[in-house]
């Protein structure tokens, strides 16, 4: 899958089951991870008649907004991806 424009897709990145106390987490508590690794990325965005691509690549591991308003949650072959736009995206790690 291709996105378009200044979508990303990227897939979810477990968080740990232990903290680092020591205690364990069951999978009922756990969030859903707010890190994901670069799969694909779309052309960019169109300003004042220039494309500008994306600052993010393949391959970049990211931390991007837990509850962006952007991000829709898809499966494909059975692993979580999301769909989410640049700007949605915090950092790369």
Known sequence: MKPLYNYVLLERLEEQD?????ILIPD???????RGK???VGNGTWIDGMLV???VR???TV????WAASASDIKID???FVII???DILGIL
């Open 38 to 40: 670069v799969v694909a």
């Open 53 to 55: 691509p994306l600052t």
């Open 18 to 22: 232990v903290t680092t106390g020591g």
């Open 78 to 80: 059975g692993k979580d």
């Open 85 to 87: 736009k640049e700007t």
């Open 63 to 66: 931390m991007f907004a837990k």
């Open 28 to 34: 009922n508590a756990k969030e859903k991870p707010a």
């Open 58 to 60: 393949s391959g970049d």
